[in-house]
């Protein structure tokens, strides 16, 4: 099965990683919005953070997202 991870929720775990200095020298070397997460302050860390969370909460929710109208059946 191939991974079916978003770019939003790579960049996430990354991110996440780099604050809680977990982050491999690897991992470091992304960028993210054109900055290498080993160049980023904690505030850009933070800010990228909260970016990338609402697209990956954005990009999962589109899967699960409910019609307008929804059919019931009453007895």
């Known amino acids: 099965m191939a991974d ?3 770019f939003s929720q790579n960049a996430l775990e990354a991110i ?3 604050i809680l200095g977990r ?3 690897a991992l470091l070397e992304q960028e993210v919005d054109g900055v290498k997460l080993k ?3 904690l505030e850009q860390l933070l800010a990228a953070r909260d970016k990338f969370k609402m697209m990956a909460d954005a990009e ?3 899967g ?3 019609p307008s109208t ?3 059946s009453f007895r």
Do not use: N
Request: glycine share 0%; net charge negative; charged share 30%.
């Open 16 to 18: 996440e990683a780099a």
């Open 70 to 72: 929804v059919p019931r």
């Open 64 to 66: 699960i997202r409910l």
């Open 4 to 6: 079916e991870t978003s």
């Open 39 to 41: 160049y980023m302050s």
């Open 23 to 25: 982050a491999s020298d």
């Open 60 to 62: 999962s929710s589109e």
